[in-house]
T-cell receptor, first 112, second 111 residues
Framework: DAGVTQSPTHLIKTRGQHVTLRCSPI?????VSWYQQVLGQGPQFIFQ???????GRGNFPDRFSARQFPNYSSELNVNALLLGDSALYLC???????????FGPGTRLTVL | QKEVEQDPGPLSVPEGAIVSLNCTYS??????FMWYRQYSRKGPELLMY????GNKEDGRFTAQVDKSSKYISLFIRDSQPSDSATYLC???????????FGTGTSLTVIP
């Protein structure tokens, strides 16, 4: 089975632009979470979705939004990009009743 | 105070050494404890998962949780150059799915 997949791998944007990142969870997993990892830091929780509903939100501004589709894939949207949004964005999926998460390879976003 | 504290290192050891990696935490309600390995510019890979206190062993890796001291450890025996990576501890509460990560410890195993 394929693991968690994310696209694109890399992305370069300029300040003020908008970006959409995509994630496909492991087959059968219904929970998707998004994390931001700034260089030299651990991942910071942004959102968790389960069965297309938001189940958790971290301490991020409203410029960050996400959604989950009927096939359990997910999108993370970031508006009005700032230089500080440059980071590795990680998606993680979890199976029902499972207690841990499996991460994708991430999307590296650079904001110039 | 951060919820999870982890010494960022870097840590450099010779091949074959025993490596000890540690995290401390402040929230006594954490119940699930994980260790992830992350190679440069890649996503974290789950290494070990422990519920509540105790030890868990998997090959060369041993995870320990001491909830009374709010302290978790990962031991790597017979370390190999391929173990060179950043090791992240993570934990979560009994409810919800938010994971709280340490900053990661950078490990280099020298051949």
């Amino acid at each position: 089975d394929a693991g968690v997949t994310q696209s694109p791998t890399h992305l370069i944007k300029t300040r003020g632009q908008h970006v959409t990142l995509r994630c496909s969870p492991i087959s059968g997993h219904k929970s998707v979470s998004w994390y931001q990892q700034v260089l030299g830091q651990g991942p910071q929780f942004i959102f968790q979705y389960y069965e297309k509903e938001e189940r958790g939100r971290g301490n991020f501004p409203d410029r960050f939004s996400a959604r989950q589709f009927p096939n359990y894939s997910s999108e993370l949207n970031v508006n009005a990009l700032l230089l500080g949004d440059s980071a590795l964005y990680l998606c993680a999926s979890a199976g029902e009743g499972k207690d841990t998460q499996y991460f994708g390879p991430g999307t590296r976003l650079t904001v110039l | 105070q951060k919820e999870v504290e982890q010494d960022p290192g870097p840590l450099s050891v010779p091949e074959g050494a025993i490596v000890s990696l540690n995290c401390t935490y402040s929230n006594s309600a954490f119940q699930y404890f994980m260790w992830y390995r992350q190679y440069s510019r890649k996503g974290p890979e789950l290494l070990m998962y422990t519920y509540s206190s105790g030890n868990k062993e998997d090959g060369r890796f041993t995870a320990q949780v001491d909830k009374s001291s709010k302290y978790i450890s990962l031991f790597i025996r017979d370390s190999q150059p391929s173990d060179s990576a950043t090791y992240l501890c993570a934990m979560r509460l009994n409810t919800g799915n938010q994971f709280y990560f340490g900053t990661g410890t950078s490990l280099t195993v020298i051949p």
